[in-house]
């Protein structure tokens, strides 16, 4: 009798414990984020997204090789759990140019993975831009 008790309690707690990892809410990544490359020296870069379901689309603002303009690439992919993965062709580019970028939402909010162009591979990190109140 006391067995099937204890059994009993440890199939509630079980079913309570993947009921409230069931319930955990999903990684948000929409708004204004400040996105920062690892090249030789840290890069600016402004990334600015929109979340519906696992679908994120957006755009990121890369430096041109020309001095102060800057290049908006039209960004589309997905987040499942709090891997973000999006890609985006450079429009008008004289060869074609794909960006890939990976990364991960950390526990604080912030963000960090690599960006994948022609150029090679880049380190980056990413802070949520904050609502002017």
């Given at each position: 009798m006391r067995t099937t008790f204890a059994a009993l309690v440890a199939v509630i707690?079980?079913?309570a414990g993947l009921s409230a990892q069931q319930k955990k809410p999903a990684t948000n990544v929409t708004g204004t984020w400040n996105m920062g490359l690892q090249g030789g020296h840290v890069i600016p870069v402004a990334l600015t997204l929109e979340q519906d379901g696992t679908k994120v689309k957006g755009v990121i603002l890369?430096?041109?090789?020309?001095?102060?303009e800057r290049v908006e690439v039209p960004l589309t992919g997905e987040i499942v759990d709090a891997a973000l993965s999006l890609s985006g062709t450079v429009e008008n580019a004289a060869e074609p140019t794909t960006i890939e970028i990976a990364g991960t939402v950390l526990d604080d909010g912030s963000m960090e993975g690599t960006i994948t162009s022609p150029h090679g591979k880049m380190p980056w990190t990413a802070e949520r831009l904050k609502e002017r109140k």
């Amino acid at each position: 009798m006391r067995t099937t008790f204890a059994a009993l309690v440890a199939v509630i707690t079980l079913a309570a414990g993947l009921s409230a990892q069931q319930k955990k809410p999903a990684t948000n990544v929409t708004g204004t984020w400040n996105m920062g490359l690892q090249g030789g020296h840290v890069i600016p870069v402004a990334l600015t997204l929109e979340q519906d379901g696992t679908k994120v689309k957006g755009v990121i603002l890369l430096p041109s090789q020309r001095v102060g303009e800057r290049v908006e690439v039209p960004l589309t992919g997905e987040i499942v759990d709090a891997a973000l993965s999006l890609s985006g062709t450079v429009e008008n580019a004289a060869e074609p140019t794909t960006i890939e970028i990976a990364g991960t939402v950390l526990d604080d909010g912030s963000m960090e993975g690599t960006i994948t162009s022609p150029h090679g591979k880049m380190p980056w990190t990413a802070e949520r831009l904050k609502e002017r109140k």
